[in-house]
């Protein structure tokens, strides 16, 4: 038996990295989700306690926990069909031309994706703040009263997507690009002696062909805002009331800041679940899709 | 075609072992001897370099301030009680400090520990900023909160003196407020914990009972809140969570709030043009007129290899000669009780308030986790009826539920 040992050498570090900062964690957090530790007990391994399933009760109990579930969910519900349809739509429109100034476009799209988070923040803070921002500027001039962006417990939930959904178009608008650039011309150009018509060529032939595309940027959205966190963390730190907090942002607030790591792995490992489940729903959707 | 991968596949294999015992390998605590890491808080990390450079000359021991922003001290304690490597020397906010003692991360400050550094004695600093049990830690630099005003906008309304009660503040907002044209009369930031508890002391009230439990549902209290939701039913304070202190108090849109002494530096720096036109008073109270004290402390990092030079540095920082120097340095106040009185310090009109609020101030309650639990219940419970409305008397009922088996011990 000799087998080649190549290509495990050219998966291994990947493998490692998925090992080391992906499962080792997760294998880690289920043991520490059964214990009481916190900062002291991460001093002194003696003073950890081991407490059955006591975390995973008081999360039940928690009011906070639900309400950062609550939030993720409506992030979700708002951001994922959002961030797909913009994406898709501007890559659409980047897609008609190769000149220099479409070029210039697309890195302009690019933009927010890779500029840094704190700036970011900064930015849309100012421009969102109730009295001195540039928003409610605008809006008085037209007339309209000023708008609490950051600070009503309602308003607030849309502010923080708006800009998750202006940070996260970027990386998708190029993967939906690669896409389209691999649809035959062939396709397009009978659909059009047939006399089909724009919007039909999108929906009948763009469309069905980007199948995978759409799949891999539903699945990568998904998770990433089941694990939304930068934007209320630096915008509002998870307020006001609480009302911004994300299920990370409250696993971060638990854990590191109150130094609860018990509870919090118990949380983490909730959010695993979570995002397992619905990852596994939406590649099966793809399987039955596949299989028609 | 075998070889190459076979020898590829033993470097990855060594590349991992690497990480992996650097992940797992635990330090050696402190750094070389003869150099002193120490943690600084904020960004003062430059000036305290200039702080200790006679301290460093006399002794030869280096000393490598290391500046650890406001934001991120929990994780970096997390990750140094973690690791095990951490600092020889910190300095520690006072609402940290029941966290921080707990870990037991920190070296124990008592008598025999102390012996031979007399003046780390508590005797010599203010009351109440060390807190009881074994010590862990020694004052450094003292905070607490005042009433600022703009004279020029109160005068300009017929008000001549600051308010010295509650009854008087609220009257002033509503007078002030009524100026028109987006004005205020008083700022109460949404995310200080403080002024509630502030107003209660004031109003002769405790959050704590005699057994040591947080306990909100006293009559002081309950008049605290009544006075915290009355400026907001005045329409006298701005209701925006993202209000800013700095720019609402200098652009007069609210000429009237209670803050520290650095807002003082802050204002002074964004606006030199209002030099005399603001100025500061005792805080405003019915009873009392207690205020806030924070401020923090030092300490020593229990596994230093450095314990001698530490507790050298920190006498050092403890001396009132040094404590002045921080003040004409970095504008944080003394608490060493010689240098709080030291004519030198209190011929500034500001400082003179701030020495004299320092003597009637109290710390927040030592509970585990006043931040992110007590003292954010509280926020919320008080928030919630400002921004949705919530009934009172439902907001203070769910307080109390979820503060009632807090206790300090």
């Given amino acids: 038996m000799k087998q080649p040992l190549a290509p495990y050498a050219f998966i291994a570090p990947a493998m490692i990295l998925l090992l080391v900062f992906g499962v080792l964690p997760i294998l880690v957090a289920l043991p520490v989700s059964l214990t009481d530790m916190n900062l002291a007990g991460l001093a002194d391994w003696s003073r950890i306690e081991f407490a059955g399933v006591a975390n995973f009760r008081e999360l039940v109990a928690d009011d906070a926990f639900w309400q950062a579930l609550t939030n993720t969910g409506i992030f979700a519900l708002l951001g994922v069909p959002t961030v797909i349809a913009v994406s898709f739509a501007a890559a659409l429109l980047l897609h008609r031309s190769e000149n220099r100034f479409f070029r210039a476009l697309r890195a302009f799209y690019f933009a927010p994706a890779i500029t840094a988070i704190v700036a970011v923040s900064l930015v849309w803070g100012y421009l969102l703040n109730t009295r001195f921002g540039l928003v409610n500027h605008l809006l008085s001039t037209v007339g309209l009263p000023p708008a609490r962006w950051l600070g009503d417990p309602v308003l607030v939930k849309f502010s923080v997507a708006l800009v998750a959904v202006w940070r996260g178009t970027g990386l998708n608008i190029i993967i939906f690009l690669a896409a389209l650039k691999t649809i035959p011309r062939e396709y397009l150009e009978a659909a059009e002696l047939d006399g089909a018509s724009g919007a039909r060529k999108i929906v009948s032939i763009v469309i069905p062909l980007l199948r995978f595309a759409f799949l891999f940027v539903a699945v990568t959205t998904v998770i990433a805002w089941l694990q939304f966190f930068d934007e209320p963390f630096v915008l509002t730190k998870g307020g006001p009331l609480g009302e911004s907090t994300s299920i990370s942002l409250f696993l971060y607030q638990e854990g590191f800041s109150a130094g609860r790591f018990g509870y919090a792995a118990a949380g983490t490992l909730v959010l695993f679940l979570i995002i397992a489940g619905v990852t596994l729903v939406q590649l099966r959707g793809r399987r039955f899709d596949a299989d028609r | ?409």
């Fill in chain 2, 1 to 409: 075609m075998r070889r190459p991968g076979l020898a590829l596949a033993a470097l990855l294999l060594a590349a991992c072992s690497l990480v992996l015992a650097a992940c797992s390998g635990t330090a050696p605590a402190g750094g070389t001897p003869g150099e002193l890491t120490v943690w600084i808080m904020g960004d003062s990390s430059a000036r305290f370099e200039q702080l200790v450079r006679p301290f460093v000359d006399r002794t030869g021991i280096r000393v490598d301030p290391v500046p650890v922003p406001w934001d991120s001290v929990d994780q970096k304690f997390t990750t140094a009680v973690a690791s095990g490597d951490g600092p020889d020397a910190l300095q520690i906010g006072l609402s940290k400090l029941r966290t921080f003692a707990d870990s037991g991360a920190l070296l124990t400050l008592d008598d025999r520990t102390l012996r031979e550094h007399p003046g780390l004695a508590a005797a010599n600093f203010l009351d109440g900023v060390s807190p009881g049990g074994d010590p862990v830690s020694v004052p450094w630099v003292a905070d607490t909160r005042v009433l600022f005003y703009r004279r020029d906008i109160l005068t300009g309304q017929g008000l001549d003196e600051p308010p010295r009660t509650w009854d008087e503040v609220r009257a002033y907002a509503r007078i002030l407020a009524g100026r028109g044209g987006g004005g205020y009369g008083f700022h109460i930031p949404q995310w200080d914990s403080a002024l509630p508890v502030i107003m209660t002391w004031t109003m002769g009230g405790r959050i704590v009972d005699d057994a040591g439990r947080v306990d909100f549902d006293t009559p002081e209290f309950h008049r605290a809140a009544d006075l915290y939701l009355g400026f907001h039913a005045d329409r006298s304070v701005p209701a925006d969570p993202d209000f800013d202190q700095i720019q609402g108090f200098v652009s007069g849109a609210t000429p009237m709030l209670v803050s520290g002494p650095y807002l003082a530096g802050e204002v002074a720096s964004a606006a030199p043009e209002l030099d005399g036109k603001w100025s500061v008073a005792p805080i405003p109270g019915d009873a009392t007129h207690t205020s806030l004290l924070a401020g923090s402390n030092l300490g020593v990092w229990r596994s230093s290899g450095n314990r001698d030079a530490a507790l050298r540095l920190l006498d050092y920082l403890s001396q009132p000669r040094t404590q002045l120097t921080w003040y004409e340095l970095d504008g944080q106040l003394p608490t060493a009780k010689a240098a709080l009185n030291d004519p030198e310090l209190t011929a500034d009109p500001l400082v003179s308030v701030y020495a004299r609020q320092l003597r009637d101030a109290r710390p927040l309650p030592p509970v585990p986790n006043w931040d992110g639990e007590t003292g954010k219940a509280l926020l919320d419970a008080l928030n919630s009826v400002v921004l949705t409305g919530a009934n009172r008397d439902t907001a203070l009922q769910g307080l109390y539920a979820a503060t009632g088996g807090t206790s300090v011990n």
